[in-house]
Structures are given as structure tokens and as C-alpha cells.
Nanobody, 125 residues
Framework: QVQLVESGGGLVQAGGSLRLSCVASGRTFSTLAMGWFRQAPGKEREFVAAISRSGGSTGYADSVKGRFTISRDNAKNTVYLQMNSLKPEESAIYYC??????????????????WGQGTQVTVSP
């Protein structure tokens, strides 16, 4: 079993920044492809960013390209999401997810095997 614990969410004004962290345990972290997703009330969970096991490959939703950066530190079992220039419509619960058996997890949430409990991000106008 893999356990994922997110932190770093909170309230920020539009245009501000937050850095989310997700610490993994229960499995060698470098064997996990990781992703970040978000879900706003009444909406489906959507892809935000993904990173390969080594950190050498990353991908982003078009809506966050140039503003968000995903990274990982395999020595600390942690994946990060740096979010800049945040917009009110990006208020949501942000989840990290882990996928086994693949180098890069991709954009489909149904293909991820483990999920954290989520951290709330609220962006005020």
C-alpha cells in the first residue's frame, strides 16, 4: 500500500502563489509515477500536472502551462506543485496521485492507483 499526504493548501489572493507538497510512504518513491489533480464543487476531477518516476518528463494541463511547475525529490519521497499567478476559478481540492507500473502516469485519473486525501486551495478575487 502507498500512503500519500498532501500539504500546503490555503487561502491566497488572485495572482498569488502556493506550493503544494505530497509525501509518499509504503513503497520506494522512485518506482511511482506521480500526478496532481484538482476537483471543484460540482465538477469532475481534472488533470493538472504529472511527472515521471525520475522527474525527467513532465506534463501540464493547457490551463496551467507557464504558471505551475511540478517537481519531485526522490530522496525526500516528495512531489511538489508550485502554483503561480493563481486565479479564483482554480479554487478546488488538490490531490496528488501515484501510479504503479509505468514510467509516466499521464492525464487520466482512472489510471492512477493511489490518492491522497487532498488539500484545499482557495483563491480570492
Amino acid at each position: 500500500q502507498v500512503q500519500l499526504v498532501e500539504s500546503g493548501g490555503g487561502l491566497v489572493q488572485a495572482g498569488g502563489s502556493l506550493r503544494l507538497s505530497c509525501v509518499a510512504s509504503g513503497r520506494t518513491f522512485s518506482t511511482l509515477a506521480m500526478g496532481w489533480f484538482r476537483q471543484a464543487p460540482g465538477k469532475e476531477r481534472e488533470f493538472v500536472a504529472a511527472i515521471s518516476r525520475s522527474g525527467g518528463s513532465t506534463g501540464y494541463a493547457d490551463s496551467v502551462k507557464g504558471r505551475f511547475t511540478i517537481s519531485r525529490d526522490n530522496a525526500k519521497n516528495t512531489v511538489y506543485l508550485q502554483m503561480n499567478s493563481l486565479k479564483p476559478e482554480e479554487s478546488a481540492i488538490y490531490y496528488c496521485a501515484a501510479r504503479l507500473g509505468t514510467y509516466y502516469g499521464g492525464t487520466n485519473p482512472t489510471e492512477y492507483d493511489y490518492w491522497g486525501q487532498g488539500t484545499q486551495v482557495t483563491v480570492s478575487p
